[in-house]
Every structure is written in C-alpha cells, then in structure tokens.
T-cell receptor, first 114, second 113 residues
Framework: DAGITQSPRHKVTETGTPVTLRCHQT?????MYWYRQDPGHGLRLIHY???????DKGEVSDGYSVSRSKTEDFLLTLESATSSQTSVYFC?????????????FGPGTRLTVL | DQQVKQNSPSLSVQEGRISILNCDYT??????FLWYKKYPAEGPTFLIS?????DKNEDGRFTVFLNKSAKHLSLHIVPSQPGDSAVYFC????????????FGTGTRLTIIP
C-alpha cells in the first residue's frame, strides 16, 4: 500500500473556512497525487507532485492549492471551503507493483462543508 | 469531456458465474490501462493492468481484454466470489507512463450468494 496515511479521516467544516488535508508516505516515492471522488464522476485529479516543491495542476484544481516541502508529505489546502468541495479526498503515490509502477492510494478523507 | 467511460453504474452477478465489466475510451493517445477495485471506506487498490502492445492479460481469476480498434477494454472475473463485491474503476494513461491516470466513473459490482 506504499505506506500512505491521510489525516484527518473525517472533517466537517463551514463554508468560507480554510482546510488543510495531509498525506504522508513512508516509501520515499517521488510522485504524489490528490484526487476527489464524487458520485457520477469517479476519481478526478486535483493536483500532483513530481518532487519536493514541484507540483502541477490536475483537471479540477480551481479552489485548491498544494505544497510539498518534504518527500514524505503532500498537503492539500482549500483556502476558503465551499459546499461544492464536499467530497471524499484520496491521496496516492506512484510505487512499484511487480515490474511496473502503479498508483497506490491512501484510505481517504471524507470532507463535509456546511 | 469524459475520456474514459464506464457506462454501467452497477452490475449484479450470481456467485460462481462470470462477471464482465466494460470500459470505453476516446483518447487515442492512451496506451496503458488499469483496473482498480474499491471497497467502502477504503482507498482504491490496483487489480490488473494491460499495455496496448497486448490484447489480453491474466492474473488468477481476473483477465483484462483490450480491443484497440474499438477503444474498448473489459475485465472478466471467473468465478465470481462474494468478496468481489466492490466498485471497479477503469483507468488509462498515455505514453506508457503511469504518472497521470484518467479514471472512469466506476461500476458497482454485487455478487449474489
């Protein structure tokens, strides 16, 4: 499972408040990702990182920012949460599965914005 | 614009029978395809993959078939077991690189005992 943990696992917040979700990995993987999962949309990429301080946008990046100051930690920040950001958020890292790399996912964070 | 489509949101199959999950894609640059399985309250887990240089890949009870001309892939599970009940996501990548995946919307498979 690439040693991926996410915190918090559940969070309820109010519209307009800032929220930071943390992803931590223990396997020194270079690539890390943040996805959101919503009914009817599957998994959509928010942002990803290809190294310390190296990040790029995914398909649904508006309203989100990320930071990666250490290899093991990848933070997702909602500067001012909105109800449309109520979702389940998954972190992933690219690790070796047999002879090929594949993305391994954390357990998820369920975020509710009231 | 959904580049990877799973047109069946749900599927029910009798235990012991074959489960067939389908996935279609529109981007001709996709050349590597994966299936993930997801249980409730857990993250997706990698199940099986296939490169576009192959048309079939097997791993135990799971086989993935790729039809490049039709831009279609399918996952076969034989025989289906109750523990296979989960949501299955199809994903695709371009340039043989798994750094960026595009996921489908998922199919919920229910195995009936």
């Amino acid at each position: 499972d690439a040693g991926i943990t996410q915190s918090p696992r559940h969070k309820v917040t109010e519209t307009g408040t800032p929220v930071t979700l943390r992803c931590h990995q223990t396997e020194n993987h270079r690539y890390m990702y943040w996805y959101r999962q919503d009914p009817g949309h599957g998994l959509r990429l928010i942002h990803y990182s290809y190294g310390v301080k190296d990040t790029d946008k995914g398909e649904v990046s508006d309203g989100y920012s990320v930071s990666r100051s250490k290899t093991e930690d990848f933070l997702l920040t909602l500067e001012s949460a909105t109800s449309s950001q109520t979702s389940v958020y998954f972190c992933a890292a690219l690790g070796l599965a047999g002879s090929t790399d594949t993305q391994y996912f954390g357990p998820g964070t369920r975020l509710t914005v009231l | 614009d959904q580049q990877v489509k799973q047109n069946s949101p749900s599927l029910s199959v009798q235990e012991g029978r074959i489960s067939i999950l389908n996935c279609d894609y529109t981007n001709s640059m996709f050349d590597y395809f994966l299936w993930y399985k997801k249980y409730p309250a857990e993250g997706p887990t990698f199940l099986i993959s296939i490169s576009s240089i192959k048309d079939k890949n097997e791993d135990g009870r799971f086989t993935v078939f790729l039809n490049k001309s039709a831009k279609h892939l399918s996952l076969h599970i034989v025989p289906s077991q109750p523990g296979d009940s989960a949501v299955y996501f199809c994903a695709a990548a371009a340039n043989f690189g798994n750094e960026k995946l595009t996921f489908g919307t998922g199919t919920r498979l229910t195995i009936i005992p």
